[in-house]
């Protein structure tokens, strides 16, 4: 299967990292490379791109796409969130600009066997990277009904968490739930019908959450956030692209508490912690697609768009 990538507010993040020839940028969800092109043209021959992607799919494909540009590429298979880590490895001193696209990929969605998807029966799944042994069956059948009930109440928000948890326990019983068909199956008996016929698909929120527990996802972001701002070089520019709120919330408390770093009491009439912050505001209210790329991309519906520079001094 071709690895399909439709990079979602491609244009403003391109104007959001605000691009220099020669200049050092990383692309820690590197996925198809559709960003990742976009920086590869614009940092020219003398730049530098570092990739970073958990799926071997994604940075074969990947790599294919980046191959005609003339910059210097480093495609590294590892969690976005060890940035530190790799730029010591490949003796990087910072980054001048990096994006961030959290979630899954259209190509893991798109691709059955996966096992990402409720549209698609398959083996239940859900890894990104397919080296790693926990999986969405393990979640599924090992959990016990108040662990179940947690992931999805806090992970998928599901207002149901219980009732569908109830009924996942209930039928494993007899034999495990092993596929992702079986296990929509069961979401849409939990949910009573009328509920069920609000909006989204009844079974959204129960593999989002699931997905989001096999791959420690939203602990990686709350890492990756304060990684990045470390790394980057003055004026260099953080974008990062989430696409429910439980992400979006994250990014928004880091971006402030980084913004607002003063620790003292309220009540001081001035600061005397001497913390100042290190980086400013690009976008105040986050960015979302314009009606063109609805129309042309549904998935970038709920996508959101946050971006913090790197100050010159601090």
Same mark, same amino acid.
């Given at each position: 299967?071709?690895?399909?990538?439709?990079?979602?507010?491609?244009?403003?993040? $391109?104007?959001?990292?605000?691009?220099?020839?020669?200049?050092?940028?990383?692309?820690?969800?590197?996925?198809?490379?559709?960003?990742?092109? &976009?920086?590869?043209? &614009?940092?020219? %021959?003398?730049?530098?791109?570092?990739?970073?992607?958990?799926?071997?799919?994604?940075?074969?494909?990947?790599?294919?796409?980046?191959?005609?540009?003339?910059?210097?590429?480093?495609?590294?298979?590892?969690?976005?969130? +060890?940035?530190?880590?790799?730029?010591?490895?490949? /003796?990087?001193?910072?980054?001048?600009?990096?994006?961030?696209?959290?979630?899954?990929?259209?190509?893991?969605? *798109?691709?059955? +066997?996966? &096992?990402?998807?409720?549209?698609?029966?398959? %083996?239940? *799944? $859900?890894? $990104?990277?397919? /080296?790693?042994?926990?999986?969405?069956? *393990?979640?599924?059948?090992?959990?016990?009904k108040k662990q179940l009930t947690a992931?999805?109440?806090?992970?998928?928000?599901?207002?149901? !968490? @219980?009732?569908?948890?109830?009924?996942?326990?209930?039928?494993?019983?007899? @034999? %495990?739930?092993?596929?992702?068909?079986?296990?929509?199956?069961?979401?849409?008996?939990?949910?009573?019908?009328?509920?069920?016929?609000?909006?989204?698909? %009844?079974?959204?929120?129960?593999?989002?959450?699931?997905?989001?527990?096999?791959?420690?996802?939203? /602990?990686?972001?709350? +890492?990756? #956030?304060?990684?990045?701002?470390?790394?980057?070089?003055?004026?260099?520019?953080?974008?990062?692209?989430?696409?429910?709120?439980?992400?979006?919330?994250?990014?928004?408390?880091?971006?402030?508490?980084?913004?607002?770093?003063?620790?003292?009491?309220?009540?001081?009439?001035?600061?005397?912690?001497?913390?100042?912050?290190? #980086?400013?505001?690009?976008?105040?209210?986050?960015?979302v697609a314009g009606d063109d790329e609805?129309?042309?991309?549904?998935?970038?519906?709920? !996508?959101?768009?946050? #971006?913090?520079?790197?100050?010159q001094t601090i």
């Amino acid at each position: 299967m071709d690895f399909k990538h439709k990079p979602v507010l491609f244009r403003e993040c $391109m104007e959001g990292l605000r691009i220099r020839p020669g200049g050092t940028y990383a692309d820690g969800t590197l996925g198809g490379g559709g960003h990742a092109a &976009g920086i590869a043209e &614009g940092i020219g %021959p003398q730049g530098l791109l570092l990739g970073i992607d958990r799926d071997a799919d994604a940075l074969e494909a990947a790599g294919k796409r980046l191959a005609p540009f003339p910059c210097r590429k480093i495609l590294v298979q590892r969690t976005y969130a +060890e940035i530190r880590e790799i730029l010591k490895e490949q /003796d990087i001193p910072g980054l001048d600009g990096a994006i961030l696209d959290i979630g899954v990929s259209s190509f893991q969605l *798109d691709n059955a +066997e996966r &096992g990402f998807s409720y549209m698609q029966d398959a %083996p239940l *799944d $859900m890894r $990104m990277n397919r /080296d790693d042994a926990f999986t969405a069956y *393990d979640v599924v059948n090992g959990y016990d009904k108040k662990q179940l009930t947690a992931i999805i109440r806090n992970y998928g928000e599901e207002k149901w !968490a @219980s009732r569908i948890a109830e009924f996942i326990v209930r039928e494993r019983t007899d @034999s %495990p739930i092993a596929t992702t068909g079986r296990l929509t199956e069961v979401i849409k008996a939990a949910i009573p019908a009328g509920a069920r016929r609000e909006g989204h698909h %009844p079974a959204k929120k129960t593999f989002q959450a699931i997905r989001i527990e096999v791959n420690g996802e939203l /602990d990686q972001l709350k +890492e990756a #956030v304060d990684a990045y701002c470390d790394v980057l070089l003055p004026g260099g520019r953080l974008c990062i692209i989430t696409f429910h709120s439980l992400e979006d919330r994250i990014v928004k408390e880091a971006f402030n508490k980084r913004l607002n770093p003063c620790t003292c009491p309220k009540d001081l009439p001035v600061c005397i912690c001497g913390k100042v912050p290190d #980086v400013k505001k690009v976008t105040g209210k986050p960015i979302v697609a314009g009606d063109d790329e609805l129309e042309e991309n549904p998935r970038s519906r709920s !996508a959101k768009l946050r #971006v913090i520079e790197k100050r010159q001094t601090i």
